[in-house]
Structure formats: C-alpha cells, structure tokens
C-alpha cells in the first residue's frame, strides 16, 4: 500500500525553527516529484516547496523562499521541509504530495491536484 506519512509539526514561537519530515512506505521515492502544501484555517490550500527525487531540483513559493529549505534523503525513503524564521502567518496543517514523474523534465512541479498520493499532514502552529 503506497502511503506518505508526515511528521515534525508542533507549536513554536516567533522565530523559531522546525523540520518536516514526510515518509513514504509502500514505494521508493526514486523517479518522484514530492511536494509541500499547506492550508490555513478558512484558507485555500497552497503550495509551498517541490523536490524531484532524481535530480534534486527544487522550487519555493515567494511566500516561504529564503526560509524554507526542502531536501531528500534517497537512503531513508524520506523528504524534509526546514522551516526557518517562522511566523504567525506560517500557522497551517502541512501536508506532503508525491507523483511519479520518471517521464517529466527535472523542474517538473505538479498542480496540487495532480498529485495522486497524499500524506494526512502534521499541524505547525506558531505564537506570537
């Protein structure tokens, strides 16, 4: 069964840092596009970082470039999100994307709605 598991939410202060991790069981991460996303209560979801496993090209929304850090790890099946410098505004349930994308050029980032599997999220809270 291919599953994504998130974890590493929690609550924070201002400033503060966390890292994300999202784990996939099932299947290997190899040839995949694994994206971030969040959503804020009485918000639209929206897409935050992208990675492709092959390669390791990555994007960021504006919102988070320069704070936010994703990365791979092919060893351990596993991506993480850093989020640095948070903010009130970061506060949102955050959840992980995978497609299988072996066929799409290596800055290939899917439409939320493009992605087939998708983790339960963690929720990340941050105090003023």
């Known amino acids: 069964q291919v599953q994504l598991v998130e974890s590493g939410g929690g609550v924070v202060q201002s400033g503060d840092s966390l890292r994300l991790s999202c784990a996939a069981s099932?299947?290997?991460?190899?040839?995949?596009?694994i994206g971030w996303f969040r959503q804020a209560p009485g918000k639209e979801r929206e897409a935050v970082s992208c990675?492709?496993?092959?390669?390791?090209?990555?994007y960021y929304a504006d919102s988070v470039k320069g704070c936010f850090t994703v990365s791979r790890d092919r060893t351990k099946n596993t991506v993480s999100l850093l989020l640095d410098a948070l903010r009130p505004e970061d506060t949102a349930i955050y959840y992980c994307?995978?497609?299988?994308?072996?066929?799409?050029?290596?800055?290939?980032?899917?439409?939320?709605?493009?992605?087939?599997?998708w983790g339960q999220g963690t929720q990340v809270t941050v105090s003023s």
């Open positions: 994307a995978g497609k299988y994308a072996r066929d799409r050029p290596p800055t290939y980032c899917p439409r939320g709605s493009d992605y087939p599997a």
């Open positions: 990675v492709n496993m092959t390669d390791g090209s990555t």
């Open positions: 099932g299947f290997t991460l190899d040839y995949y596009a």
